[in-house]
């Protein structure tokens, strides 16, 4: 009876494969690819002293920065791991109810979700009992430097070693990778946010303005360019923000030249993490990474000129992936679907 009552409840149940990441959350679903894209913010409103969710993903971060006292848009990750669980549980129930529909009651999927290579056991405690609590029926995890290979369509399962940089919202995963397993893997705590940050820094530092994360992500995304452009200026953006001088608005004028600048320290501390990745790679492996060569993946991949920058660091050859922004998703999604990949799973 019980294992009626199992195959009944899980009957149609669609496995679901999660990229939880700092800035965006893609949702695989099982034969259908993904399914959902959007940004990890939650805005919560407080009446009466009670919480409640008011928005969720693409409508909350469109109030990042503008909100009146009485909502705050959170995002419930930082550095890749949760900072706030009750809110983080809100966003996955959300999303599981966005793909699933109405029909949601009689459904207890599966779902993957990938964690940092540098996680905790207690912050991958945190991050399986979200999924558990938002009506999972079994909880797997992934490292996501396994995940990015695997949907970069690198020889993961081979006796090869390949090496994979993945550059999201709040780190970067550099990994070296060979017979389903992690040879060697580093956590850097720098990654899409950190750029904003410094982006942020640079125009308050040297422009008296004060911008907000919002308009420095964009600067980021349209502008951003990991060395000096070749005629030392390259193109110029306008910027507007609060004079932190006369305490109105204004805008400025800067290069792609001082963007370059801004982001040298982050750049320069993803540089450092591969290099030392490399160190301590064996030598078998390391002669495979001659061959093999460096495959970015992650958001921070798409910074104009970082291949050809990280080309003249190493000496090795550096490719960006196909699809950057959905690999690690794409990775979990296989993982999740396909048997040759099932052994690279965690259940705890």
């Known amino acids: 009876m019980a294992s009626l009552m199992s195959r009944f409840f899980k009957f149609g149940s669609q496995n679901m494969a999660i990229d939880l990441g700092t800035a965006n959350t893609l949702v695989y679903v099982q034969d259908r690819g993904i399914v959902l894209n959007e940004p990890s913010v939650v805005a919560i409103e407080t009446i009466n002293g009670i919480k409640k969710v008011k928005a969720v993903g693409e409508d909350a971060k469109m109030m990042m920065g503008k909100t009146p006292d009485s909502i705050e848009a959170i995002r419930p990750l930082r550095d890749g791991v949760i900072a706030d669980i009750e809110i983080a549980e809100e966003m996955i129930k959300h999303f599981i109810r966005k793909v699933h529909g109405k029909r949601s009651l009689f459904r207890y999927p599966e779902i993957v979700i990938c964690v940092p290579s540098g996680s905790t056991s207690v912050e991958r405690r945190a991050i399986r009992d979200a999924a558990s609590n938002a009506g999972a029926s079994q909880v797997y995890l992934i490292l996501e430097p396994m995940a990015a290979a695997i949907g970069a369509d690198m020889p993961v399962t081979e006796p090869v070693g390949s090496m994979v940089v993945d550059i999201g919202g709040g780190t970067t995963e550099v990994a070296v990778l060979s017979l389903r397993g992690l040879a060697y893997t580093t956590s850097v705590r720098v990654g899409g946010d950190k750029m904003d940050e410094a982006i942020v820094s640079y125009v308050r530092r040297h422009h008296n303005l004060l911008i907000g994360?919002?308009?420095?992500?964009?600067?980021?995304?349209?502008?951003?360019?990991?060395?000096?452009?070749?005629?030392?200026?390259?193109?110029?953006?306008?910027?507007?923000?609060?004079?932190?001088?006369?305490?109105?608005?204004?805008?400025?004028?800067?290069?792609?030249?001082?963007?370059?600048?801004?982001?040298?320290?982050?750049?320069?501390?993803?540089?450092?993490?591969?290099?030392?990745?490399?160190?301590?790679?064996?030598?078998?492996?390391?002669?495979?990474?001659?061959?093999?060569?460096?495959?970015?993946?992650?958001?921070?991949?798409?910074?104009?000129?970082?291949?050809?920058?990280?080309?003249?660091?190493?000496?090795?050859?550096?490719?960006?992936?196909?699809?950057?922004?959905?690999?690690?998703?794409?990775?979990?999604?296989?993982?999740?679907?396909?048997?040759?990949?099932?052994?690279?799973?965690?259940?705890?």
């Open 213 to 348: 994360d919002a308009t420095a992500e964009r600067i980021k995304k349209d502008y951003g360019i990991a060395t000096i452009p070749a005629d030392g200026i390259g193109e110029t953006i306008h910027i507007k923000g609060r004079d932190l001088v006369n305490g109105v608005p204004k805008e400025i004028t800067i290069s792609q030249a001082n963007i370059a600048e801004a982001l040298s320290e982050p750049i320069g501390a993803i540089i450092e993490g591969v290099r030392i990745a490399l160190e301590n790679t064996a030598p078998e492996l390391a002669a495979d990474i001659v061959d093999q060569g460096i495959v970015l993946t992650g958001g921070g991949a798409m910074i104009q000129g970082l291949d050809e920058y990280l080309r003249e660091e190493t000496g090795l050859p550096v490719s960006v992936a196909e699809d950057p922004l959905s690999c690690v998703a794409l990775g979990t999604g296989r993982a999740m679907e396909d048997p040759v990949y099932r052994g690279v799973l965690m259940t705890a």
